[in-house]
């Protein structure tokens, strides 16, 4: 069975980096906006978005990034997604795609069962014209 995601979203740039940099951690707050296309949903992502990133002593990263989607459902009517979306990885073995776990909050009445009480998985994957985020099902598999 072919793995088909619930959402592609893309990612741009929205403004300067924020960074810290302590004796044993770093923290980059990282602005961001795009777009989202998908069979349930199309739109937007807010110009507010921000990816959190802290990196520890052992060198490992924790990224939260909190973001809201504007536009329309798959039954035609004006609705937003709210998303969280966390990973961790290795700074010194990080590798794309990188995996997250995304929570899903909306106020779509179509979407709002599907979203609500299914669990998903992320995939940030860099392409041509920049980076996507994929959200898929749990239990969802490639072609063998």
């Given amino acids: 069975m072919a793995r088909i995601a619930v959402f592609d979203i893309y990612i741009e740039g929205n403004g300067p980096v924020v960074q810290m940099k302590g004796e044993n951690s770093e923290v980059l707050m990282i602005p961001f906006k795009g777009s989202v296309k998908s069979d349930l949903f199309n739109g937007i992502v807010e110009p507010c978005g921000v990816d959190t990133q802290i990196v520890n002593a052992a060198n490992v990263r ?58 998903f998985v992320g995939e940030g994957v860099d392409e041509a014209d920049g980076l996507h985020i994929y959200f898929y099902e749990i239990g969802e598999q490639p072609d063998a």
């Fill in 62 to 119: 924790h990224m939260s990034a909190r973001y809201m989607l504007t536009g329309t459902d798959s039954a035609g009517k004006a609705a937003h997604i709210y998303i969280e979306n966390n990973g961790w990885f290795d700074d010194l073995h990080k590798t794309l795609p990188f995996h997250t776990v995304p929570t899903f909050y909306t106020d779509s009445e179509v979407l709002a069962p599907y979203l609500h009480r299914n669990q």
